[in-house]
């Protein structure tokens, strides 16, 4: 069987660094919001090109810590409306929706899955204060129209960068530095994944990474003196150890999925599939490699009996979910043709050029 993903595959790469890291780690006595946190905090920063990071518990967590921090400066208040792609994953809408935001769903372009900018513009309300930016599938959301266009109506940018570690806008730009704060997750399946949860917030906002920092630790800025009411929200110090030593190889390794992905959208030849818009860039780090196809049950029983593992990156649309139910009545065609028809293949950094030409040659005789 060729698996989805292989996470002990990919995590075996690092296992002496790990095995040395975790003993240093135990010997050091010092568990939480240590070195290693800090250490990660400046090398993510560095990585992204942002003045600061922020590592924290996970990257829903993320998420809510920037609105919470943003209402906590009086950038925000309860109620506002944020722009949120209707095809995401759930956190997305989850953190909003936290924050005591409300959630504006806008439809994809069902070319590169991302939100359709030509579509903001008729959701704008005088309520409307942010666009949260998903760059979903790994491919970064089209920044220069979103951008400009929050400048023009007075928005905040945050961007979901949680599927796109080390994409590259344009020329130089990386996701989490393409807007006033971004959130990462750092969930094992990501392109750096830790082993557990964790996740982390860029920003250049000097003002905003403070009250973060804050925020995560307790509303805390010095021990036991609490100037807000804050949360348990920290990376977890080995965690960090891990990222460490995984993000040295996280170019090599984005380079790699997108090697993948160009030999299967020059060599998958079946009219049955519809490939995924790539313009061949470094603004794709390929988290996924999403397809359509009309029968979906068919296709993938037939990639299981030739031993393909697939997956669905969401099955339910997130407006057809019983948790956002007061949503279900909004008509979101582009977005429900999508959860119907998408199928994820297997593609990571660590998948063999025998495995490629195999699951290249299965669907090009579907
Ligand atoms: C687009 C998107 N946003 C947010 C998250 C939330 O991250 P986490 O699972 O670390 O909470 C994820 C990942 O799960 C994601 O894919």
């Keep these: 069987m060729i698996k989805f993903l292989d996470l002990h595959k990919i995590n075996a790469r690092f296992e002496t660094q790990f095995h040395e890291q975790f ?14 946190v800090a250490a990660f905090e400046t090398n993510y920063a560095n990585f992204c090109g942002t003045k600061h990071c922020i590592g924290v518990s996970n990257g829903l967590d993320a998420l809510i810590l920037i609105f919470k921090a943003y209402k906590e400066l009086g950038v925000l208040k309860e109620n506002d409306e944020i722009i949120v792609p209707a095809n995401t994953f759930i956190a997305s809408f989850f953190a909003v929706i936290h924050a005591g935001l409300k959630p504006v769903f806008v439809e994809p372009e069902l070319t590169t899955y991302n939100i359709a900018t030509s579509e903001i513009e008729k959701h704008i ?180 009996t030739h031993e393909i593992e697939t997956l669905i990156h969401y099955p339910v649309a997130p407006h057809k979910q019983e948790a956002l139910k007061d949503f279900k009545s909004l008509k979101l065609p582009i977005t429900e043709l999508i959860h119907k028809n998408i199928v994820s293949l297997p593609i990571s950094p660590v998948i063999t050029t025998q495995e490629i030409t195999q699951i290249i040659q299965i669907i090009n005789t579907y």
């Excluded at 020329?171 to 750096?192: I, M």
């Design 23 to 36: 003993q240093q780690f135990l010997n050091s006595g010092h568990y939480i919001l240590g070195n290693q």
């Design 125 to 304: 309300t005088a309520k409307t204060k942010a666009i949260l930016a998903v760059h979903l599938y790994g491919q970064i959301a089209d920044m220069s129209s979103i951008n400009s266009f929050a400048k023009k109506h007075n928005l905040l940018v945050i961007e979901d960068a949680a599927q796109a570690h080390g994409a590259i806008y344009k020329t130089n730009k990386k996701a989490g530095n393409l807007g006033d704060a971004a959130a990462f997750s750092f969930y094992p399946a990501k392109n750096l994944g830790a082993l557990g949860d964790g996740g982390a917030i860029t920003t250049n906002n000097d003002a905003l990474a403070k009250v973060i920092k804050k925020l995560r630790n307790y509303g805390s800025s010095k021990k036991y003196m609490h100037d807000s009411v804050g949360f348990n929200n920290r990376l977890d110090e080995i965690q960090a150890a891990f990222l460490n030593i995984k993000l040295q190889k996280l170019d090599e390794d984005n380079a790699k999925r997108r090697e993948v992905a160009k030999r299967f959208i020059s060599e998958i030849k079946n009219k049955k599939v519809t490939l995924p818009f790539y313009n061949n860039s470094k603004n794709h780090v390929f988290h996924l490699f999403v397809i359509l196809v009309d029968d979906r049950t068919g296709f993938i029983n037939y990639l299981n």
